[in-house]
Each structure stands twice: as structure tokens, then as C-alpha cells.
């Protein structure tokens, strides 16, 4: 079975660091982007990061993103946070294909694990 495992959310003050991480399992995870996603309370949800082999891609100036291909994991390391990085963030999966990048809009997203609250604290 296919999981894609988001941990280590929880409460931070105003400019305090999170390190996400998202535990990936039954696909091939090199041949994949894992990407991460972000949705507040009453808004869309939005993408924040995704990673190949090939390119690291993060939206926001404070967040980072790695991966351990060996343990199939992928990270996110926010820094400097603020109260409007409060929502629920997902990681997800989708296929690294030739022609596509998964900062593109249109990327397909094929695997969603489940979410882990962020919640900053003014």
C-alpha cells in the first residue's frame, strides 16, 4: 500500500522553527516529486515546496526542503515563522516525468498522505 506519512507539526511562537517530515512507502521513490502543500482555515489549499533528484523548488524564502532518498523521506525545515503559516501541511507524490516539474500548476499529484497542523502562536 501506498503512504505518504506527514509528522512533527504542532505549536510555535511568532519566529520559532519547524522541521516536517513526511515518510514515504510502496512506490518507487526516486521516480517520484514529493511535494509539500499547505492549507489555512478557510483558504485554498497551496503548494510550499517540492523536490526531485533533480531540483529543490520552495515558494517561501524561510522554508527548506531536503530528502533522504536511502530512508524515503522528505523534509521541511520552516524557519522564522508567522502567525500566517498556520494551516494543516501535506506532503503528497507525484510521477517525475520527463516533460513535466512539479512546481508547475498543472503537475499531477497522484499520491496525498494525510496532514499535519502547524499552528504559530503571536
Known amino acids: 500500500d501506498v503512504q505518504l506519512q506527514a509528522s512533527g507539526g504542532g505549536l510555535v511562537q511568532v519566529g520559532g522553527s519547524l522541521r516536517l517530515s513526511c515518510a514515504a512507502s510502496?512506490?518507487?521513490?526516486?521516480?517520484?516529486?514529493i511535494g509539500w502543500f499547505r492549507q489555512a482555515p478557510g483558504k485554498e489549499r497551496e503548494g510550499v515546496s517540492c523536490i526531485t533528484l533533480s531540483d529543490e523548488i520552495t515558494y517561501y524564502a524561510d522554508f527548506t526542503i531536503s530528502s533522504d532518498y536511502a530512508k524515503k523521506m522528505v523534509y521541511l525545515q520552516m524557519n522564522n515563522l508567522k502567525p500566517e503559516d498556520t494551516a494543516v501541511y501535506y506532503c503528497?507524490?507525484?510521477?517525475?516525468?520527463?516533460?513535466?516539474?512539479?512546481?508547475?500548476?498543472?503537475?499531477?499529484?497522484?499520491?496525498w498522505g494525510q496532514g499535519t497542523l502547524v499552528t504559530v502562536s503571536s
Open positions: 510502496g512506490f518507487a521513490f526516486d521516480d517520484y516529486a
Open positions: 503528497a507524490a507525484g510521477p517525475d516525468l520527463k516533460y513535466s516539474n512539479c512546481y508547475e500548476s498543472g503537475f499531477y499529484w497522484q499520491y
